[in-house]
């Protein structure tokens, strides 16, 4: 299907969006890329959304990207006696590892790895930060805090460290059983919670081998801090504002936006920015214009997606979550200061040949009449090299592998297409011109630029480029399949 704007959605598939017909109305309202949550829902819950999203695949003929979002370690509180306490302000409250029921003065915290990490002047986050602890002195088993910001703690409620970095693996044995289950039922990418440091991707991508790509969901201090080697090691980005909302000043979440937004795109690695963008839209059948705005904010940074969580996961309105974000995206996109800030923030590092044959292919298209950029890509690596160019023009993604075009949906601004191994380049260039008459971007009045590796079907070869027109000697030239 084709999409009238180059940033992509994804929506979060849950009990408001678990049938046929719903999954299908999502993906024809804009839907791009759908999110399974493996925080909740059962396996066979979860492998009946993924059998819907392949047969409406099928039947449009339009591939679409599954993202399985792993839940991560968990951690919370215990329980408390009366099942809630009040904590005020500047009160001494402990956490412990005894498991006896909480009170006002203390309660358990069953991870000792956080006490093997805290340090006097850390801080304690409670119930998504609502609660504020501040640590005065601690132990193996122990931690004593003063209450910085109160209000009510009550059972089981999340924890969050902002301040060291804790000692645990990104996988839980959760994590290890759903990434091995949904690798294979055979989704396009994993994203992976609670990344503190490059090497917490190690296991996940052993785990997948090569099943999935791998997509690190940036949710904490530590993993700003070390973004440029994780993005090293990643296949994609997840800014997950929700989390570095609460573990950072909210003051600092845009900045940081925009600053990840840009390396992603210099590294020509897709970048997802989730969490609250529409969230009145769980009840109302419109956002505000502050939600509307902020969705506009992330597409004027150049992200490769937008994405809804209980929007479309849970709310009442989620056919018209996935339209508004559609609706926005075009008109910003339309918008002429959009292509200004966009091109002014073209930067990429041009090393290799590649490299230069898609800049070449983006100048060619905006100096021409050009209508279409098709690149042929096994790996999908020249399709994400094109995207990083930000072309004004469609960029038409020739794969003969359906997990790549999967994969592809994803990435700014690409339309795949599905195409046969090639063996010589003339074909490549018959099929080009093909699927771009066939799809509405280019007509026999024509041209579009073509961009492949010779010899074919090996990745990493893209050496030649070249100007097609459209007209029936091309179309009729010879049978490209």
């Known amino acids: 299907m084709r999409r009238h704007r180059n940033v992509k959605i ?13 999954i299908k109305a999502l993906h024809e309202a804009g839907a791009d890329v759908f999110r399974l949550n493996m925080s909740h829902g059962e396996h066979s819950e979860i492998a009946e959304r993924h059998k819907i999203i392949r047969m409406i695949e099928k039947e449009l003929n339009s591939p679409i990207a599954i993202l399985a979002d792993l839940q991560g370690p968990k ?24 498991d006896e029921l909480g009170d006002q003065t203390r309660v358990q915290l069953p991870h000792p790895e956080i006490f093997a990490a805290l340090k006097a002047g850390a801080h304690l986050l409670v119930n998504d930060g609502k609660i504020r602890l501040r640590v005065d002195a601690c132990g193996p088993d122990f931690a004593d805090c003063t209450v910085i910001n109160g209000g009510v703690i009550s059972n089981r409620k999340g924890v969050n460290v902002p301040d060291v970095v804790l000692p645990l693996a990104a996988l839980s044995e959760k994590d290890r059983k759903d990434l091995e289950f949904v690798c294979e039922l055979g ?3 994993l994203a992976l919670s609670f990344v503190q440091r490059p090497e917490d991707l190690l296991e996940a991508r052993e785990l997948a081998r090569g099943r999935a790509a791998i997509l690190s969901k940036i949710e904490k201090p530590s993993a700003v801090a070390c973004f440029d080697e994780i993005l090293a090691v990643s296949d994609g980005i997840m800014v997950a504002r929700g989390d570095l909302g609460v573990e950072l000043p909210v003051q600092n979440v845009p900045p940081i936006q925009k600053r990840l937004i840009r390396k992603c795109r210099a590294a020509a690695k897709p970048v997802i920015v989730a969490t609250q963008m529409l969230e009145s839209m769980i009840e109302s059948p ?6 509307v705005s902020d969705v506009a904010t992330a ?7 937008i994405m809804l969580s209980a929007e479309s996961a849970a709310g009442a309105f989620p056919i018209e979550a996935v339209s508004t974000m559609n609706n926005v995206a075009i008109e910003v996109e339309s918008d002429p200061t959009y292509t200004e800030v966009i091109e002014a923030s073209r930067k990429a590092d041009r090393k290799s040949i590649a490299d230069g044959i898609v800049s070449a292919a983006r100048e060619i298209a905006e ?32 794969t003969s592998q359906m997990e790549t075009a999967r994969r592809l949906a994803l990435t700014w601004g690409t339309n795949c297409v599905l195409s046969g191994e090639k063996v010589r380049f003339k074909e490549a260039v018959v099929s080009a011109v093909r699927a771009a008459i066939a799809g509405g971007y280019a007509t026999q009045e024509d041209q579009v630029v073509i961009t492949a590796g010779v010899p ?3 990745p990493g070869t893209t050496n030649i480029l070249r100007v097609a027109p459209c007209n029936e000697r091309m179309i009729y030239a010879m049978d490209p399949e």
């Open 286 to 291: 419109m956002p505000t214009r502050a939600e």
């Open 75 to 98: 951690l919370r509180v215990g329980v408390f006696a009366n099942d809630s306490e009040m904590l005020e302000n500047d009160a001494p409250f402990r956490m412990d590892l005894s």
């Open 187 to 189: 989704v396009d990418w």
């Open 367 to 398: 100096t021409t009449d050009i209508k279409a950029i098709c690149c042929y890509t096994q790996s999908g690596t020249t399709a994400l090299l094109t995207a990083r160019e930000r072309p004004r023009v469609p960029i038409i993604a020739m």
């Open 456 to 458: 074919f079907n090996i």
């Open 10 to 22: 994804v929506a979060t598939l849950g009990p408001a969006s678990s049938d046929y017909q719903m």
């Open 299 to 305: 597409i004027y940074e150049g992200s490769d997606a």
